[in-house]
T-cell receptor, first 114, second 111 residues
Framework: DTAVSQTPKYLVTQMGNDKSIKCEQN?????MYWYKQDSKKFLKIMFS???????INETVPNRFSPKSPDKAHLNLHINSLELGDSAVYFC?????????????FGDGTRLSIL | KQEVTQIPAALSVPEGENLVLNCSFT??????LQWFRQDPGKGLTSLLL?????REQTSGRLNASLDKSSGRSTLYIAASQPGDSATYLC??????????FGGGTRVLVKP
């Protein structure tokens, strides 16, 4: 009965490959997010979707393309992976976009680029 | 541009001692502030959320204060236990439900 689940948990791949990370939430939330946590442990928002519509895009390279087939899912596809993409990627969700709603996080996907 | 700083970056205390974790932010125009716990290899668990109109929030042994005008929040953990060992992150929320995170404080509670 995990609230926010991401797959895979670990992803090791070579530079130049294309990969996808999936996220699903069973909380009935309208809003979902992708965050990147770098080697210094700083978490930064990448994207946010509300009811399948993109609402936040934080100057992320266009090699990163989020896709929301429905409001319970927000997947992240990355083209032409680079060494600097190695990080932990977290998915999160909140009830809606109002600022008093807490965000609930998944366990992260650890992406390592060889 | 909002910047969030957490000091110290790491903290080690003997079991039973109280923990004091500090968070500061540069732009006081926030909606709320949220404290999270992150265990190694795990995601973030929300601990406390303080609205901008509130001064503090309490949950069990945890108490978080917020002084929006000075851009500070403090998380107190009373009578620390080895199970409290984790990284604690604070995040401030601006318009659009965007969270800006600090770098975290890594806590070790020694038995």
């Amino acid at each position: 009965d995990t609230a926010v689940s991401q797959t895979p948990k670990y992803l090791v791949t070579q530079m130049g490959n294309d990969k996808s990370i999936k996220c699903e939430q069973n909380l009935g939330h309208d809003t979902m997010y992708w965050y990147k946590q770098d080697s210094k442990k700083f978490l930064k928002i990448m994207f946010s979707y509300n009811n399948k519509e993109l609402i936040i895009n934080e100057t992320v390279p266009n090699r990163f393309s989020p896709k929301s087939p429905d409001k319970a899912h927000l997947n992240l596809h990355i083209n032409s992976l680079e060494l600097g993409d190695s990080a932990v990627y977290f998915c999160a969700s909140s009830q809606d976009t109002t600022e008093n709603q807490p965000q609930h996080f998944g366990d992260g996907t650890r992406l390592s680029i060889l | 541009k909002q910047e969030v700083t957490q000091i110290p970056a790491a903290l080690s205390v003997p079991e039973g001692e109280n923990l004091v974790l500090n968070c500061s932010f540069t732009d006081s125009a926030i909606y709320n502030l949220q404290w999270f716990r992150q265990d190694p290899g795990k995601g973030l668990t929300s601990l406390l959320l303080i609205q901008s109109s509130q001064r503090e929030q309490t949950s069990g042994r945890l108490n978080a204060s917020l002084d929006k005008s000075s851009g500070r929040s403090t998380l107190y953990i009373a009578a620390s236990q080895p199970g409290d060992s984790a990284t604690y992150l604070c995040a401030v929320r601006a318009a659009g439900n965007k969270l800006t995170f600090g770098g975290g404080t890594r806590v070790l509670v020694k038995p």
